[in-house]
């Protein structure tokens, strides 16, 4: 094991408080919030189990970084929107889409700083 991966292993936590593993090193039943979800699972009211720690050499972001872990036994089913929720959904989206001048679906969200779709902000820069 390197200098770097020996660092980051602490299975006892007693160094960062919380159980540590360096990159892909991590035992399989630990998982991220974005793996549970691409297992269609949450972490249910759990806490942080442990985390996974590596050395960045990102220029935007550099030094050390961590990813928490949550156990998959744990873990609960992601809950589904109910149809309320979906229509109330469907109708945010539409006024997004709405211009306010021509009262037409534009087919894409409005931009906020022109505030209409781009052909009234279009016929409005001629205009003026």
């Known amino acids: 094991?390197?200098?770097i991966r020996a660092a980051f292993?602490?299975?006892a936590g007693t160094r960062y408080g919380i159980?540590?593993?360096p990159w892909r090193m991590s035992?399989?039943?630990l998982l991220t919030r974005r793996q549970l979800t691409a297992e269609g699972l949450r972490p249910g009211g759990q806490g942080v189990q442990a985390q996974v720690m590596w050395r960045s050499t990102r220029h935007s972001a550099p030094g050390v970084r961590s990813a928490y872990l949550y156990d998959i036994r744990f873990a609960l089913p992601k809950r589904t929107a109910t149809p309320a929720q979906m229509e109330a959904l469907a109708k945010a989206n539409a006024a997004r889409r709405t211009c306010p001048d021509c009262h037409r679906d534009a087919g894409y969200v409005l931009?906020?700083?022109l505030g209409?779709?781009?052909d009234c902000?279009?016929?409005a820069e001629v205009a003026a």
């Open 1 to 3: 094991m390197s200098r």
């Open 9 to 11: 292993w602490d299975p």
């Open 19 to 21: 159980p540590t593993y």
């Open 27 to 29: 035992p399989p039943h």
């Open 111 to 113: 931009p906020r700083h």
């Open 116 to 118: 209409t779709c781009l």
């Open 121 to 123: 902000a279009e016929t």
